[in-house]
């Protein structure tokens, strides 16, 4: 599945330029939470240019990394792209996050700069022994007095274009994403990748200067970077952003804002199964569809929505890694799959030899293009760069019409609600429990977060320990999403020949036990 081309590097600081000489006073963002504060395309240059000078001032270089810490916001927004105009590398990290987490990622990604919104607590996290500046990220305000880092760059012209300090090859962007081990590990994305990203995201949804997005996800993820805020970018789009997804107000707002398109996730779309609201597509003719991503949407849930709500849904699929990589939409759509590879993305499928297997047999995903992130940067700080291509630990398969489906994974990474959950760090939480000799959690199917967390756990001798205890240990230490809500005691946990835990035995062993009951 090849359909990468060639394409001019295009920095961010020539997007915004070329965007808002296009569409000028045209909104760009607006946030719902902020009473519907407005950032138009020419707002959004006009702030990159100050910041530009600002930062100039400070001497900042290619690479430098400012941490961004806050909610879906227009100041985000205007920061977020504001520091990679300005030729610099933002780091965001989700602030509902442990703040252990969010510790380690500051000690790892070294910030010159933290810029914090208020009233969240995070200034607890400062460390005495870093050499890092701490600032309130503040409010921007267009016709009054600023506050915090917006009132500082206020006092810097906002009509000087200041050339980049960075090349192609530099690093953009670092987000965090959970992955298959318990402590956070950074992916970093050059320049060069910035523009295929938002290019591609905007051309397979169809999305024009026309556009109207609304999305409640966390922009700190990769997805809604692309999805609904530089696809929107790339084609002159407007955005109403929420903070939150809010089950009461979400169809509401597609209403309210004329959305031609909303974004979500499969759990949300799930708990409209659920809990049904009054709502159909002929009162809201305007919606195209819903883009939804992070997971796999069972096709049998799909089709259910579809009939409920007379609401087209697309899917979309990606890693962390390699970008957006599949989507369809329109007459393109074939339900249960992910579609076909985006423009700028090469797509193979290889067998535990690493030859490409033919159309209709499963295959590890593996992934290429100009998309593809630069490197990692770990917990230690270490940096890693990616190889050429990158192998995603997903087991995907292309069908005779050129579809490819996810059929399961390589990884035993846990994805609830579209969040992927490490088992590692939840075995971990367990192993701490002193009537516990030996656990391990994994993922069972679930209809609404397409996987739920559960435990096996091999109990003291003479210990009479019970799974309420087990679970109440697990909410002192884990976000209550990664808690299990499960508890299956046994007399040993499945090995292999070296001695090592068998996880995907465990989601078996629970299948089995579960068709017994039945």
């Known amino acids: 599945m090849k359909s990468a081309q060639a394409t001019e590097y295009k920095s961010v600081r020539t997007l915004i330029a070329e965007q808002s000489e296009k569409y000028g006073n045209k909104p760009y963002m607006v946030s719902i939470d902020q009473?519907?504060?407005t950032l138009s395309f020419k707002a959004l240059f006009r702030l990159g240019n100050s910041m530009a000078q600002f930062f100039a001032e400070r001497g900042l270089k290619a690479n430098d990394r400012i941490l961004l810490l806050a909610e879906n916001s227009i100041e985000f927004i205007a920061v977020f792209l504001g520091v990679q105009r300005c030729g610099g590398t933002i780091a965001t990290a989700n602030v509902e996050m442990n703040r252990s987490h969010i510790s380690e990622i500051l000690h790892a990604v070294k910030p010159s700069l933290v810029l914090a919104q208020d009233g969240l607590g995070l200034e607890e996290l400062q460390d005495?022994?870093?050499?890092?500046?701490?600032?309130?990220?503040?409010?921007?305000?267009?016709?009054?007095?600023?506050?915090?880092?917006?009132?500082?760059?206020?006092?810097?012209?906002?009509?000087?274009?200041?050339?980049?300090?960075?090349?192609?090859?530099?690093?953009?962007?670092?987000?965090y994403t959970s992955g298959t081990e318990a402590k956070p590990k950074?992916?970093?994305?050059?320049h060069s990748a910035v523009w295929p990203n938002y290019d591609a995201t905007a051309e397979c949804v169809q999305l024009d200067q026309n556009g109207r997005i609304v999305d409640c996800r966390s922009y700190t993820w990769l997805s809604s970077q692309n999805m609904s805020l530089g696809g929107p970018l790339a084609r002159g789009a407007t955005v109403y952003m929420a903070k939150k997804f809010s089950r009461s107000r979400y169809f509401d707002w597609i209403k309210k804002y004329k959305a031609t398109m909303g974004v979500s996730v499969p759990t949300i779309l799930n708990m409209f199964l659920n809990e049904p609201v009054e709502i159909h597509g002929r009162e809201i003719p305007h919606l195209r569809f819903i883009m939804t991503s992070s997971a796999p949407m069972l096709p049998e849930n799909w089709i259910q929505f579809e009939k409920r709500y007379g609401i087209t849904i697309s899917q979309s699929a990606g890693c962390s890694e390699g970008g957006l990589m599949c989507s369809h939409v329109g007459t393109d759509r074939k339900i249960g799959t992910i579609g076909f590879p985006l423009k700028y993305q090469n797509i193979r499928l290889l067998n535990e030899t690493d030859d490409e297997v033919p159309r209709g047999e499963p295959g590890e995903i593996v992934v290429s293009g100009l998309q593809k992130s630069w490197g990692y940067l770990h917990p230690d700080g270490r940096v890693e760069k990616l190889p050429k291509e990158h192998r995603t630990g997903?087991?995907?398969?292309?069908?005779?019409d050129g579809h490819l489906t996810v059929v399961g994974r390589l990884k035993d990474l846990i994805i609830r609600g579209g969040v992927n959950i490490s088992p590692v760090e939840i075995d971990n939480i367990l192993s701490q429990h002193p009537g516990i000799v030996d656990a391990a959690a994994c993922g069972i199917p679930n209809q609404i977060y397409g996987e739920e967390?559960?435990?096996?756990?091999?109990?003291?001798?003479?210990?009479?320990?019970?799974?309420?205890?087990?679970?109440?240990?697990?909410?002192?230490?884990?976000?209550?999403?990664?808690?299990?809500?499960?508890?299956?005691?046994?007399?040993?946990?499945?090995?292999?020949?070296?001695?090592?835990?068998?996880?995907?035995?465990?989601?078996?062993?629970?299948?089995?036990?579960?068709l017994k009951a039945k």
């Open 186 to 190: 950074g992916v970093m994305q050059a």
């Open 394 to 400: 997903d087991l995907g398969q292309i069908d005779g």
């Open 128 to 175: 005495p022994n870093m050499s890092t500046e701490w600032m309130s990220l503040g409010e921007w305000h267009q016709e009054a007095t600023s506050s915090g880092f917006f009132q500082k760059i206020s006092n810097y012209p906002d009509d000087k274009d200041l050339d980049e300090v960075c090349s192609a090859d530099d690093i953009a962007v670092i987000f």
């Open 453 to 514: 967390v559960i435990c096996y756990v091999v109990a003291q001798k003479d210990t009479e320990l019970k799974a309420e205890t087990v679970i109440s240990h697990c909410r002192k230490s884990l976000a209550l999403f990664k808690t299990p809500k499960e508890v299956i005691f046994v007399d040993q946990l499945p090995k292999n020949e070296r001695g090592k835990l068998d996880r995907k035995a465990l989601a078996k062993f629970w299948e089995r036990d579960n």
């Open 35 to 37: 009473a519907d504060k």
